[in-house]
């Protein structure tokens, strides 16, 4: 949720900037713009719309300077237009400043600095915070590195609200200054250089080394040292992490999208989230990273489930999980819910956040409420490193590789396979046999397999998908286990192709849902032979008698009685109930995948929608 790239060093910052802002396109793609120093001449560009408008203006105007800030924008505060995109520059115009976050109080501010005359050429929250630090540095005497960073930390004192923030001044022409609370913020190291960005991949083609800010810290980069304090000026020791793999996850390969690419990587990213984890000899998962001895996951009375979007459909999944078998007690809350309930909580009711990115603003907060109301929060992220995974005391990696397509797709496999896991060791703590754990190992392991099948699939599903993509309405239903299967499945299709697509418990269709239901409508069932089955079919029959189409998904070698009733039927292969959760949501995502294609949609960008999204 908008990129923020800065850059000082021996280069040109131009062509780096640039770069970097097409690796954190996905964070928002309304605008972008670029700021570089030339000793003392500031120059920007900044254009409405795709990075390529952007380069079209490089094209034709150059920007000089081995000094310079970057963003791509995700808008908050005021419409997509030139004069809201970043840069922003102060009353001077010698401060250029690129802000990721929301300033809650920027009205009152602006009000304020209004009165003392400023005047303001966009409406978002993000000048206000140049005019301030414009304001508080100009007030200041004397024009230096240091009196720059005294005036930030003045500035951000009187700010409520999110920031990363990266800012240049022509006054110290050798320095960008970056800030964070709330947004993430990571610092390159390199060789005579340094970097500054919203998450790593804009750095990874530079450098391995980085350090990750924390909130209230400033960095202030100079072309061979670099220093981090807080907001009162005190130094802090960092560790520099060294980061491994990740240049290569971010490349698309022969796949035209990256959505695509993380759909038929999920085979493989299925057995890294279980790779090393489960033990034939104890017959449980080893889940190390949860750092609880199974005296203490045996005291455990209850389980929070917190996420948004695809997560929070994960963690669903995971209630599902938890509840058949572990027996535990487990509630499933929207992260954006979470910290404006009182949900009761008792002493012994052990948390987990579930985020790809571990970056989302509304699960790290439900992460600090938890943690704040005393409760041990465990953190089921992708992103080492990032924020709900350093914050969270403790977790499990998913090892899924980037994610950069911006629907969700390998990482919610991902999550529903490591919270099988979680309930395979808590249930082994608790009832479950040394047998019954045994079983449950040996179908996980055929999983990977299962998947290649399910995988080899997406031409059958892309011709279902063409024929219905001029539906305007698609319902999808399920129940138990796929359930929170199909709003998965709604939210992929709303999300890339922009169909009204709702998802419903099978049963809850007669309570009001099939209003909707008549030739135009086509409804897709997930019905794979389980505890369900013919309660499904009932369901189905409803949708036919009222001629619906309908696209069923059942399990190999008992799909007479769809193909029976049904328009089309797509074969998943045989697996428990509990595990059709994985092998049901692949198909789903290739019909979004294809039927977002044949209507013409960007499908790795989709409209409005942005990877990450780290403001309230
Ligand atoms: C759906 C999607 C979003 C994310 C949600 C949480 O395809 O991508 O709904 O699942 O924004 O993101 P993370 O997992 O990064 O916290």
């Known amino acids: ?66 000094v310079g800030i970057s963003h791509t924008r995700w808008a908050t505060h005021g419409e997509v237009t030139y004069q809201n995109a970043h840069p922003h520059l102060d ?8 802000h990721n976050g929301v300033i809650e109080n920027y009205a009152k501010l602006r009000d304020q600095l209004e009165k003392e005359g400023h005047t303001f050429h966009s409406q978002t929250d993000s000048e206000v915070l140049a005019h301030l630090i414009g304001r508080a540095f100009d007030l200041l005497e004397e024009k230096s590195e240091q009196t720059l960073i005294t005036a930030l930390q003045d500035a951000l004192r009187r700010v ?35 970097f500054l960005a919203s998450d790593v991949s804009a750095l990874v083609m530079h ?42 996850d971010m490349d698309k390969g022969a796949y035209p999208h990256y959505m695509i690419k993380e759909i038929f990587e999920q085979a493989h990213t299925v057995h890294e989230a279980m790779r090393g984890r489960l033990s034939l000899e104890e017959a449980t998962a080893k889940l190390g990273g949860l750092e609880m001895s199974n005296a203490q996951l045996r005291d455990i009375e209850r389980i929070v489930l917190s996420g948004c979007g695809s997560a929070m459909h994960a963690a669903m999944v995971g209630e ?71 914050e969270s005391n403790g977790g499990v990696y998913m090892h899924a590789g980037a994610e950069i397509g911006v629907a969700a797709t390998k990482s919610f496999t ?9 309930a395979l060791l808590l249930g082994r703590i608790r009832h479950l046999s040394s047998s019954e754990g045994t079983k449950i190992i040996h179908q996980l392991e055929t999983l990977p397999e299962k998947i290649e099948e399910v995988l080899r699939l997406h031409e059958e599903i892309e011709a279902i998908a063409r024929r219905y993509a001029s539906a305007r309405v698609m319902l999808f239903m399920g129940r138990q286990f796929n359930y929170p ?56 029959q409803e949708v036919k008698a009222r001629r619906g189409p309908v696209i069923a998904l059942g399990t190999e070698g008992h799909c007479a009685e769809l193909e029976s009733i049904c328009d089309h039927v797509i074969t998943i292969p045989s697996t428990p ?40």
């Open 414 to 422: 991902s999550q529903v396979t490591i919270l099988t896991l979680i």
């Open 207 to 248: 450098t391995r080394d980085v350090v990750y800010l924390n909130d209230y810290e400033i960095v202030a980069l100079r072309p061979d040292s670099f220093t981090i304090s807080n907001l009162q000026g005190d130094g802090r020791p960092y560790n520099i992490t060294t980061l491994d793999g990740l240049a290569h």
């Open 160 to 194: 409520d609200g999110t920031y990363g923030i990266a800012l240049v001044h022509t006054e110290v022409p050798e320095l960008v200054i970056g800030a964070r609370r709330g947004s993430p913020l990571v610092l390159g190291i390199g060789k005579e250089e340094h």
């Open 485 to 540: 299967i199909a709003l998965e499945g709604a939210l992929k299709l709303k999300e890339v192709s922009y169909i009204a697509a709702s998802g419903y418990p099978s049963a809850e269709l007669k309570h009001g849902v099939i209003a909707l239901v008549n030739e135009e409508t086509p409804s897709i069932f997930i019905a794979p032979h389980d505890a369900v089955f013919s309660k499904n079919i009932s369901s189905i």
């Open 1 to 66: 949720m908008c990129g923020i790239v800065g850059y000082l060093g021996n280069k040109d910052a131009m062509p780096i900037l640039l770069e970097g802002l097409h690796r954190l396109e996905y964070r928002g793609y309304d605008s972008s713009g670029i700021a570089t120093l030339d000793g003392k001449k500031l120059s920007i560009l900044k254009a409405p719309g795709r990075i390529s408008n952007l380069e079209e203006l490089i094209a034709k105007k150059n920007l000089q300077g081995h």
């Open 320 to 390: 599902y999980l938890l509840e058949s078998l572990a027996q535990i007690p487990t509630e499933c809350e929207f992260a954006s819910e979470f910290r404006y309930r009182n949900l009761p909580m008792t002493k012994d009711t052990l948390v987990f956040v579930l985020s790809q990115s571990g970056e989302t603003a509304d699960t790290l907060a439900a992460l600090r409420e938890s943690q704040r109301k005393g409760h041990r929060t465990l953190g089921i992220c992708n992103n080492v490193a990032s924020t709900i995974a350093r």
């Open 91 to 98: 009353a001077s115009g010698r401060l250029a400043l690129v």
């Open 577 to 616: 109930d509990y595990l059709t959760p994985i092998l049901a949501t692949i198909p789903l995502q290739f019909f979004a995948y294809y039927t977002a294609l044949a209507l013409g949609c960007d499908v790795d960008k989709p409209r409005n929608l942005a990877k990450s999204v780290t403001v309230e």
